[in-house]
Each structure stands twice: as C-alpha cells, then as structure tokens.
C-alpha cells in the first residue's frame, strides 16, 4: 500500500480558538519510531487546559495539533523498532504537549517506547480512552503505593476518569476499595467494586470513623486536589500512603506527619516532557492489555461520537461538564 504524503488534522492557531481543519505533510518515522495510523483519539480535561493555554506544566507551541491519547494502526517502522510490524493495532500517551504532534490527526510518528498492542478486543475508541488515565492510575496505586491485597484504599473522585482506573487496578489486586463521589455517581462506584461514600455530606472524620472504626485508608488516592487532598491527609492510616495527580497549591501537612505516614505526587507527563521513563509507560499499558484481556478493567465511554471537524463540540461538552464518561474523536473508520 503506498501512503500519501499528506492527511487530514485539526490544528489549532491560537488558544481558545475553533480548530481548523487542514491538509498537512504527512509524518515519516525516524529511528526508533513508527507511523501509526490514527483511528482514535482520547480527550482528557487536560487538552483543553492545553488549548487554553492555562496548563503551565504542559505547554504546547502554536500552531500545533493537540490530543494526548491514540489508537491506531501500525503503517510504518522506523530503524532499529523490533517489537512492532505493519498492522499492529497499538496504543499510548504518544504526545500532544512539548511540541510533539498530537492525535488529533490521520498520521502520527510516535516513539515506539510509548506504545502497546492494545487489548484485543477493545474497540479502538475503547483502547484510545486509556493511556493517560490508566497510567496515572497505575503510578499511582502499584509504583507509589506498592498496593497488596492486604491494603484498604480511599480513591478520591472515583466515577472520574482516572478515579474509575484507579478503582478498577486495586480490585485488580484485590484490595478492599472505597470512593468519594456526588450523589449521583454512587451507582457508577458501586458499578466499579467500590463502597461509594458521599463526600458532599459526609467528611473525612466520620467515614474513616464508619469505614474503618477510626483506623483510617492504607492507601488514599487523591485525583481532585485541592480540599480533596487536605480530606486525604486526614482520611490516610498511620504509616499510610497518599497519593495525589492534582497536588498543587498550599496545604498543611500536619495531619499526615501526625499520622507518621507519606505522600507522593504523579506527574504522568513527565516522560513525554523530558523523554525519562518512557519505557516504563509501554510496559504500564502492557499490564492494561493484560488486565483488560482479563476482564478486570473497563473503560467508561460517552457514546456520543465526534471526528476532526467537530472536535470543537466534545471540547464543548467537557467544558460544560456534559459528558457521561471519556469523549473519543473518531478519526477514521
């Protein structure tokens, strides 16, 4: 098959402006990359902070083409890639920030540490909503927390997208999981395998104390920042583990030194901002094919569908706080 020498992408100009749709010079693979062709992609609350221009840790030069996650096909291989051929159906975190091109696109050269053969049968709008949710998760729970079956574990924000991994890995290592949320998300906890607790009513002393009679979470992971995380340092057990992806701004550290227990932050980003660690982000997704295949873990979808002219509208959604899960753009098939 020969491959054109051009695609299709949206490109955004200036931030906070509509994409535009444009034709484009097709990518070409350099060593140790490999073309992959776009088939979905991902959109995370952090693409439109990217957009925006208000993500400072993730600043992205213009004009540029956003989008964080991909799946898609194999329709190249660059020099010195042994593990993956032409027509592999992969999946990764491949760019969108730094100034590398992102997914929403027909064609991206991705570095092949990034990638993984996706599960076999999700569907690649399934498989493009993991990556950046199911990393954080993953460095979260088994590299900060070294979760065990023995733990008990407190996800914060647990019908969110990185909470729903999260929930989903610990029942995976078959910890005891419960999950703050509103409300109305409690049927998706308890959908999930987690205790749902109310946070809007409840605070962290009283369901510590109706929990764990007072003993507090082995493991409190922390996916909204701000209150949240002040909630996690006074819901984590003595010698206990907090872990936060949002862990900006001031807050007081008493409660967790009080409790003899630590903290570590996730910041996902960083191989792709640096290039460190980019190989442990292709054997993360290598334990999600296999849980996944498994059927241990599950994306939650919106089952709205978008391509690259209407990106703008999922956007949109997000913003307004309208979707019902992870919006994907389908950009072929």
Known sequence: MTLSRSMQAAVLENHEAPFRLASIARP????????????????????LKIRAGA???????????LGIDL????????????????????????GGVGGVQGSLAEY???????????PAHFSMREAASLPLVFITAWEGLVDRAHICASHTVLVQGGAGGVGSMAIQIARAFNARVYATDAPARAG????????????????????????????????????AGGASLDASFKAVARFGHVVSSLGWGTHALAP??????TYSGVFTLLPLLTGEGRAHH?????????LAEAGMI????????????????????????????????????
Not at 55 to 65: F, G, K, S, T, V
Not at 108 to 118: E, I, N, P, Q
Not at 189 to 201: H, K, M, N, S
Not at 282 to 290: C, V
């Open 282 to 290: 292709g054997e993360i997704l290598r334990e999600a094919t296999r």
């Open 298 to 333: 599950k994306p939650l979808l919106d089952a709205r569908t978008f391509n690259l002219e209407t990106v703008g509208d999922a956007y949109a959604l997000i913003e307004q706080r309208q979707a019902q899960g992870k919006l994907v753009v389908d950009i072929d098939g």
């Open 256 to 261: 967790l030194s009080f409790r003899a227990a």
């Open 188 to 223: 998706i906890v308890q959908q999930l395998g987690a205790t749902p607790i109310d946070y809007t009513r409840t605070q962290a002393e009283d369901y510590v104390a109706h929990h764990t009679k007072g003993r507090g979470f082995d493991v409190v992971f922390d996916t």
């Open 55 to 65: 993500a400072e840790h993730a600043q992205h030069p213009l004009p540029a083409i």
């Open 28 to 47: 070409v693979p350099r060593a140790g990359q490999v073309l992959v062709r776009i088939r979905a992609s991902g959109i995370n609350p952090l693409d």
């Open 71 to 94: 799946a898609g096909v194999v329709a190249a291989v660059g020099d010195g890639v042994g593990k993956f051929r032409v027509g592999d159906e992969v999946y990764g975190m491949t």
């Open 108 to 118: 991206a050269a991705v570095d092949a540490d990034l990638l993984a053969l996706k």
